[in-house]
């Protein structure tokens, strides 16, 4: 009778499944990267910007995963993620660093998401169309916090006091990861690979932690993207999974991001390439930047005296900066480095111009005619990246954009 007890005791001191300590770290992990899994697929790409569709098992699977492990609501997450899109940046933002300062972001991302949820105003402007079944209704939102105790109960059940922890690392991994680094770091430090109108960056490498939302700068450049990764060094753990759920029919891309193509042969502009050139524009502004600005000024530097080579140096980074994020500072830093060097000056302003012809609405035919305006004057310019860039411009198509898939 006493070994039983003590049998008893022990099983309920340190939960019916004993492992090393480092099988309780890999459960964990494994939890936990089923609710990032949960957070990027279904709630994000899914259900904020539509870029997927997926079978409803697979949808009410992850449902209940989020009512289990984060009390999370879809509408609420949903309606707060797009007007972080429609106000970024701005005062309205949710949670911008730019705004309340890294340090509340990163800290108290979760205090900021339950105020924004508190707004009936912005779920009722920007919740619109996620679930509303009798499951939503009368269990997921209504009785959120039910199932985070529930979670508590079968992880103390089955791993005992190490349980309380495995729960606990679970309760802090979206509000840190999500709430914090991707909402915080993911708008303050990191690498950019287009020149959005926000401060989104990529903050690489953690894509296996956080299912791929690490290249924030890259969602902020095509929402409406199914696949997040862009350069060929990047990699969407999530876009994976997508794929793994295509494979087997459980899932149906809708879109991702448009990558202009040059076709080698293509020497006269067209309404494919106005299309090309409206829809790429972020890949074409950074290929510009590649291509056109750095070549620039890497000659320029090779060439200057230390004074100008010191002027080009601090005002390197506001050459491929968009022009609506840049500070006092970094506009005077800027005006010193193009002021010293005309050629570079030249290209900066080629390249305002041809931002300038997707910024106001035209008719194809007065877009083309832009296009075939900018080329022609930008061959004649006599610098050689740039006439290079205007004759490449020419050839420019649109790639694949949709993903063929079932659901």
């Known amino acids: 009778m006493g070994i039983e007890y003590m049998s008893f005791s022990l099983s309920m001191l340190y939960g019916y499944l004993q492992l090393p300590w480092w099988g309780y770290v890999l459960v964990a992990l494994a939890l936990t990267h089923v609710t990032i899994v949960t957070v990027t697929l279904f709630l994000h790409r899914c259900q904020a910007h539509r870029a997927l569709d997926m079978h409803p098992l697979v949808q009410h699977f992850f449902r209940f995963w989020l009512w289990l492990t984060t009390g999370m609501v879809t509408k609420e997450w949903v309606a707060i993620h797009r007007k972080h899109h429609a106000k970024c940046e701005t005062p309205e933002d949710p949670h911008s660093p730019h705004v309340y300062g890294i340090g509340k972001v990163m800290l108290e991302g979760a205090e900021l998401y339950r105020a924004e949820s508190l707004r009936p105003e912005t779920m009722e402007a920007y919740g619109h169309g996620t679930p509303d079944d009798w499951l939503e209704r009368h269990l ?12 508590a ?54 894509g296996i932690i956080v299912g791929g939302e690490e290249m924030h700068n890259n969602h902020h450049a095509f929402p ?21 759920l295509q494979a087997f029919g459980l899932a149906l891309v809708k879109k991702v991001a448009p990558r202009p193509v040059i076709v080698a042969d293509k020497d006269k502009l067209d309404a494919e390439t106005a299309r090309a050139v409206v829809v790429g524009r972020l890949h074409l502004m950074a290929n510009y930047a590649r291509q056109v600005m750095l070549p620039v000024l890497r000659e320029e530097l090779h060439k200057a005296d230390d004074s100008c080579r010191r002027l080009l140096k601090r005002g390197r980074r506001a050459l491929v900066r968009e022009e609506s994020r840049m500070d006092e500072r970094t506009r005077a830093r800027l005006a010193d480095a193009l002021e010293s060097c005309e050629s570079l000056n030249t290209v900066y302003q080629f390249r305002l111009r041809l931002q300038a012809l997707w910024s106001r609405t035209q008719a194809t035919d007065k877009l083309l005619g832009s296009l075939q305006e900018w080329c022609t004057q930008a061959e004649a310019s006599g610098i050689r990246a740039l006439q290079d860039f205007a004759r490449e411009l020419r050839g420019y198509s649109l790639g694949k954009t949709v993903v063929s898939g079932r659901v």
């Open 153 to 206: 109960f079968i992880d103390a059940a089955l791993f005992g006091v190490y349980g309380i922890v495995i729960w606990a690392v679970q309760m802090l991994w979206i509000p840190f990861w999500a709430a914090g680094v991707i909402n915080g770091l993911g708008h303050y430090r990191g690498y950019r690979n287009y020149e959005t109108t926000d401060g989104s960056t990529n903050v690489s490498p953690i």
């Open 224 to 244: 409406s993207s199914a696949k997040f990764s862009m350069r060929r060094w990047e990699f969407d753990i999530g876009w994976m999974y997508i794929r793994l």
């Open 140 to 151: 997921y939102s209504r009785h959120n916090f039910m199932g985070v105790t529930l979670m």
